[in-house]
C-alpha cells in the first residue's frame, strides 16, 4: 500500500509561479515511476508530467512543456512540480501518482493517488 500526500496548491494571478509537492510513503519510494495529472470539474483527468524512478528522465505534456519542471528527492520520499508562468487554463486540481510495475516513462496507467491539492490561477 502506498500513501501519497500533495501539498502547496493556492491561488495565483497569471504570470505567476507555484510549486506542488507529494510525499510518498513506502520503502521503495525510489523504484516509483511518478506522475502529476490535473482535472477540472466536468471533464477528464489529463495528464501533466512523468518522472522516472531516477529522476534521470521526465516527460511532460506539451500544455506544460517548457514552463513546469518534475523533480524528485528519493531521500525524501518527495517529488516537486514547480509551475512557472502560470496560465488561468492550469487551474485544476492536480493529483499525484504513483507506478509501481515499471511502465513506460510516457504512460498514462497508474497504481496509486492522492487525494489532490486545489490550483487556481487568475487572470
Known amino acids: 500500500q502506498v500513501q501519497l500526500v500533495e501539498s502547496g496548491g493556492g491561488l495565483v494571478q497569471a504570470g505567476g509561479s507555484l510549486r506542488v509537492s507529494c510525499a510518498a510513503s513506502?520503502?521503495?519510494?525510489?523504484?516509483?515511476?511518478m506522475g502529476w495529472f490535473r482535472q477540472v470539474p466536468g471533464k477528464e483527468r489529463e495528464f501533466v508530467a512523468a518522472?522516472?524512478?531516477?529522476?534521470?528522465?521526465?516527460y511532460y505534456a506539451d500544455s506544460v512543456k517548457g514552463r513546469f519542471t518534475f523533480s524528485r528527492d528519493n531521500a525524501k520520499n518527495t517529488v516537486l512540480l514547480q509551475m512557472n508562468s502560470l496560465k488561468p487554463e492550469d487551474t485544476a486540481v492536480y493529483y499525484c501518482?504513483?507506478?509501481?510495475?515499471?511502465?513506460?516513462?510516457?504512460?498514462?496507467?497508474?497504481?496509486?493517488w492522492g487525494q489532490g491539492t486545489q490550483v487556481t490561477v487568475s487572470s
Open positions: 501518482a504513483a507506478d509501481l510495475s515499471a511502465r513506460r516513462l510516457d504512460s498514462n496507467w497508474f497504481d496509486y
Open positions: 513506502g520503502r521503495t519510494f525510489s523504484r516509483y515511476r
Open positions: 518522472i522516472s524512478w531516477s529522476g534521470g528522465s521526465t
